[in-house]
């Protein structure tokens, strides 16, 4: 009996180290992914590169370019806002997969971009932010002479 409530106990203790464990790793990866732990709703975004600039693009369906606040500070781009949810009058809700609520994404950039020159666009949901990179970022060719 007494070796039963020890290894229970001892059971408890690992499953407590566990959880401790597993909700660190949790945070490390969601923030390394731009995506804060607060929000709701996580809005899907890709990121790409074209020449000589940074496009992040994030899925937002039914929000206008007045529902979205984005940032720019210390080389990390903000944007939030919130997607609110459908209130269909006099109807019942049967199934509902599309997520809302408030969100935040946060992307990390690795070179120096020209803050002067950053853009964004709204179209059919899909909002498009331009970092382009800093003259000074930006990659060059040297000619080595043989002598």
Do not use: C
Request: cysteine-free; hydrophobic content about 35%.
């Amino acid at each position: 009996m007494r070796s039963d409530r020890r290894y229970r106990n001892l059971w408890n203790e690992l499953e407590n180290i566990s959880n401790q464990v597993g909700h660190a790793f949790f945070e490390v990866f969601e923030a390394d992914r731009g995506r804060d732990m607060t929000s709701t709703t996580h809005p899907f975004l890709d990121i790409m590169e074209k020449e000589g600039e940074l496009w992040v693009m994030i899925e937002l369906p039914g929000l206008s370019k007045d529902d979205v606040q984005i940032r720019f500070e210390s080389n990390i781009l903000t944007v939030t806002g919130e997607i609110k949810p459908v209130d269909p009058e006099g109807r019942r809700v049967i199934r509902s997969e599309r997520s809302h609520g408030k969100f935040k994404r946060n992307v990390r950039v690795q070179y120096q971009v020209d803050t002067e020159k950053i853009s964004a666009e709204m179209n059919h949901g899909l909002l498009v932010v331009y970092l382009p990179k800093h003259q000074a970022a930006k990659a060059k060719t040297i000619h080595v002479e043989v002598r």
